[in-house]
């Protein structure tokens, strides 16, 4: 690899406290079978120590580079800039405390190369730690409404550590930030982007290792107030929002997506999905109170641009939104 000829892919890895953890993980991306890649690692607010850690691998292996942020970029911030910074075409974000197989990313590019209407390919993911279990989420394939829906009722992360491609990452605006949350969802929001990209479609032969410990962010959500919970899953549902209800056809078909992605933040569903903040669905003020929280957000921050799409003014779409989910 040289400047003049860039990797095929590029591996992101957002480091932050990382001692300890970080090393295992870049050894095993310079075992890699498929060597063609870069790993690009962004070392989060000027944490010298976690860099000292990853500096051996930079000093050693040319396919290894490393930037260290000045300023605290958050989690989502700092793989938007491995992103943003990559060599490759293609693209894989491996978290700082995780593991791969020696074939991972051969595996996947071999599949993508066989899919090129995939906008991501990706593995069994093995769990382990203060957890342990085995993750195969089947593909996520169809037509365009069919997967943004698939994702939306999912809401599976697994997706996000696998291969995508660079033709989804140029119709991708995430990952998204809300520094008061700790972006919570963050990589559910791109997913949604992807998915209205391409198919998602799983690789057998690879595994991804993802170790849960008391160190992680993942954990630590479930144990924020109430009222952090609810704004992280109005600022997640609000992205979610922007990145599903323009993949509708027409004004009308738009209207149905923007029903369906408030739908699923604001019900329960019988317990049926999964939920991230205590939501008492049987009082429909409650469910009002989500649904127009969300859309407030979508307007506040500028994210669609929803009387267009839909073809009613805002007015309009709040009263549609109240009557939906006051009954």
Known sequence: MSELTPPRVSFGIPVYRGVGLVEDTLTQIAAQTFTDFEA?????GDDLESAEACR???????RFRMEIQADRLGWSGNIAWTI???RGRDFVYLQQDDGVTPN???????????????SIVYSEMSVYGSETCMVRHEPIIGDQTTRVLCHLERMDT?????????????????????????????????????????????VEGATYFKRLHDRGTHLRWYHWPSAKKREAWVSLGAWMAAAIVPVGLNPSDCRRLLMATLDRFA??????????CEINDTDPAVRVDIA????????AEGLLDLPSLLLLDRHEIEM???FAFST
């Open 158 to 202: 697994s997706m996000f550590r696998g291969l995508i491609r660079g033709f989804a990452l140029a119709q991708i605006a995430g990952p998204r930030s809300n520094d008061d949350v700790e972006s919570f969802g963050a990589d559910l929001g791109l997913l949604a982007e992807a998915a209205a990209a391409g198919e998602m479609l799983r």
């Open 292 to 299: 127009s929280a969300i859309l407030d957000r979508v307007f």
């Open 84 to 86: 943003r910074n990559r």
């Open 104 to 118: 991972y990313l051969e595996a996947l590019v071999a599949a993508a190369d066989r899919h090129p209407q995939a």
């Open 56 to 62: 051996p691998f930079v000093e050693a292996d040319p």
């Open 320 to 322: 549609c939104v109240r």
């Open 267 to 276: 019900v329960c569903g019988g317990g049926s999905r999964w939920m991230f």
């Open 40 to 44: 690009l690692i962004s070392v989060d």
